[in-house]
């Protein structure tokens, strides 16, 4: 694949910025990143009004830039757009990223200007993301060609993309809050060159990501994007979330990116078949990146719940059997462990509901022993006033819930999930205990969708081995 | 129905404790939650051992106990219940709360034990709470049968019912961080008297609840529930939580409260004719919750969306058509103002997707006056980099997207909902916009239910209506 010609966006030696300016805006946001970042050194800034920004001499015309750029990033409004990528391409540069709006998403006349801008790049060779769209994040060399705020760019090892410009770029305002650490991010806009497709392949590829999350409106060649999903899926595990599922979306998502959405369920399957994991909302599609980071592949569809809620436990199995998931029965040893601990009144199942008994210590130990479970959900919810002395004394979640990162280790192939819920002092002492070692959702749904997700994953990667 | 018997539960002038104690647990935490929200002074304490607890005497037996006691709460062992709850109805007290578990729950030889209690009760002419359950909360008179952190002990407007007593205590931890306040709660257990359709009704004439929420897994009486659903929905609304939608979930509500969870579809019908509100999921009923009691019902199908993200403004327009709403189109005045004020790229459609043309305050103010929405939902999400320089300089979100609380004042009888989503500051600026006027919420899917929620109560309160 072209993973060279990627290189120029996520990596280029020299950056040009077509429609700088001193003037509120993307025009002056971007040169502001760049000197924060270091790259304004490797930064050209190009505006027929010349002057200076950022103490840096502003080249008054394309012509002017010097040879051997390797990528332009287009801020001009739409009508201009077709003269620079001419002047651009006369000057051998070979990635450009256009984010001017204004083209297909607005009605016949911007399609026009679109497809014309598509025939020209092809005729020059140029490879272009966009237009409508704000290009692209590196964490690792803190490159972008939007502005981001400082706590997004903390290097992570998840890959995005995201079709919208202002979402891709509001997603990585949100993410950090989430818990999740970035590698990069590439918005895609209208597509007219560079698709879904081709950062998929460089995305698999990258060895900084691990996870990949593609927010979508429509693909305009489908059978080329379900290609490379399917070689996608069977190296790193991928989640979409995908608009346009209904006819108030599909209109929504044309006016927007021009997309053509197509048949949901047809997208739907699709997916399924090639081994991605569709998410159905936003925090959903954080929270399974999160558990994907961070735990190993499920092998099979076999899930264990301990649970101090009986209604949680509930609503967890409801969420099991929906995902088509299994719930299977603990060992015969496991139950007589269990049994030799607990109180009369408890019954020893799958979900196992040790309620107040304050037994999950010794019930964590036999239930991480049993052969069965493929993979656990820990649900450790306490009211908080019947333990708040304790916990003003000192006493951590840890004593009173056992040494979860030590009886992992004893089970280091198989994912493990907790969900936090309740007073905010709980959720602290929960993550904390959970550290790196158990991953950790707000949610029944998230956590069964987490799981479910790893399954796939292991599925799909599976089909690789000899 | 039972009003003058159920308050006994909420505002009883005396209260017995059956089973305290100085060691850990209920039996040592509720006297100590009573001395500290002022109602030691009107409880007895019944423990066969004497002594003191909290520097109150404790009386060794019930046939010790003054006359007249509103009512009593039962914390003793399972197989000390029916001796207990005899001694009570000696006594002619008439309310009983047993939260004791070790019943049907447990198999057959606790459901024997139930089903003998019951029938003691009823023949004593006792009514009973639970048992397998953690009682009442009142927080206008600091009342409750549980340890409750005090954050939660806040007065407000929403009434709780949930079948488990851990599952409401968790709730209640959990509501002050999602900003919603409680007026009663009750929880129910194994129901062998009490049942939702009492609450119901208690909480339909209760003055100080305005919504309900309910978390259940199963019903015994299914006519007589819905009976009291069909009543309640036409004064307040009722959001309702149910479990064992699944083979799985069934089987775990059984071993958990003994519920007959039955068959999902029959529920999810029988709640939609009554006009309750079904919510997916615990944040969904938290989220939703809190737009009920702040924002007018909605007369209409028919949702207004402004938007400065055209992914979510496609993703809210799935929902709205997922959930049966609908995108009405503006009026050609509206389109008018919209199309003076907006740069060329942009399409004036609902969603109406404004993107960083910075018009929010002009686009609010006039799909606000276009009368085919019967409700909004605004979603103004900004990449934080792009402002950061102008909120240090005390730019508020109000000064660039307009003061929606007095554009509100226009349009009372619609009501309005904000999606909050990105950088942490943006997300406080926006709340401290929105204030009381304009009711927050993070993801589009509570946005669009939310205003569902709003159209279904006016629905079936308006069938009141002469």
Chains 1, 2 share one sequence.
């Not at 924060?36 to 200076?52: F, I, M, Q």
């Not at 493929?374 to 004394?393: N, S, T």
């Not at 950790?440 to 994953?457: C, D, H, K, M």
């Amino acid at each position: 694949m072209q993973s060279s010609i990627l290189n120029l966006f996520f990596e280029p030696r020299s950056v040009a910025l077509i429609g700088a300016t001193s003037n509120p805006g993307f025009g002056h946001g971007i040169p502001l990143f760049w000197q924060k970042n270091g790259w304004l050194d490797r930064a050209y800034l190009v505006n027929p009004k010349g002057g200076e920004i950022q103490g840096k001499k502003v080249i008054p015309s394309i012509s002017g830039l010097p040879e051997g750029i390797d990528l332009a990033v287009v801020i001009v409004p739409s009508p201009a757009v077709r003269e620079v990528l001419i002047d651009l391409g006369k000057k051998g540069i070979r990635a450009v990223i256009i984010e001017s709006a204004g083209f297909a998403e607005t009605g016949p006349e911007g399609k026009e200007r679109q497809e014309e801008l598509a025939e020209l790049a092809k005729g020059m060779g140029i490879r272009l993301i966009g237009p409508n769209c704000v290009g692209v994040v590196n964490t690792g060399n803190r490159f972008a060609t939007i502005e981001i705020m400082d706590p997004s760019m903390e290097p992570g090892s998840v890959a995005i993309m995201a079709q919208s410009g202002v979402f891709g770029n509001i997603l990585l305002d949100h993410l950090p809050t989430a818990g999740l650490k970035i590698s990069k991010v590439a918005t895609l806009g209208n597509k007219i060159d560079l698709d879904e497709a081709d950062f998929l392949d460089y995305f698999a590829a990258d060895p900084g990501t691990r996870v990949i999350l593609i927010y979508m409106e429509g693909t305009n060649d489908g059978p080329r994007f379900l290609q490379a999903l399917r070689r996608t899926c069977r190296i790193k595990p991928v989640v979409i979330l995908k608009s346009g599922r209904t006819p108030y979306g599909r209109e929504a998502t044309l006016s927007h990116t021009a997309s053509l959405s197509g048949e949901d369920r047809v997208f739907d399957a699709a997916f399924r078949q090639a081994g991605a994991i569709r998410a159905m909302n936003l925090q959903e599609m954080v929270e399974i990146a999160r558990v994907l980071i961070a735990q190993p592949p499920m092998r099979g569809r076999n899930i264990g719940i301990l649970t101090t809620s009986g209604s949680l436990g509930a609503m967890t199995a409801d969420i099991v059997y929906q995902e088509g998931m299994r719930l299977p029965p603990w060992q015969p040893d496991t139950i007589e462990k269990i049994k030799a601990r607990a109180p009369g009144w408890m019954n020893v199942k799958n979900p196992l509901d040790i309620g107040p008994s304050g037994i999950f210590r010794p019930a964590c130990e036999a239930v991480f022993a049993d052969p069965n479970p493929d993979g656990f959900i820990l649900i450790p919810v306490i009211p908080y006033a019947a333990i708040e002395i304790y916990m003003r004394l000192g006493v951590k979640a840890r004593d009173m819930l056992g040494d979860w990162p030590a009886y992992r280790e004893t089970i280091k192939d198989k994912p493990v999930v907790a969900i936090h819920l309740g007073y905010r002092e709980w959720i602290e002492q929960i993550k904390n205990l959970c550290g790196e070692a158990v991953a950790t959702v707000s949610s029944p749904e998230a956590a069964v969708r987490a799981l479910s997700a790893l399954y796939q994953f292991n599925l799909h990667s599976e089909k690789t081995q000899p």
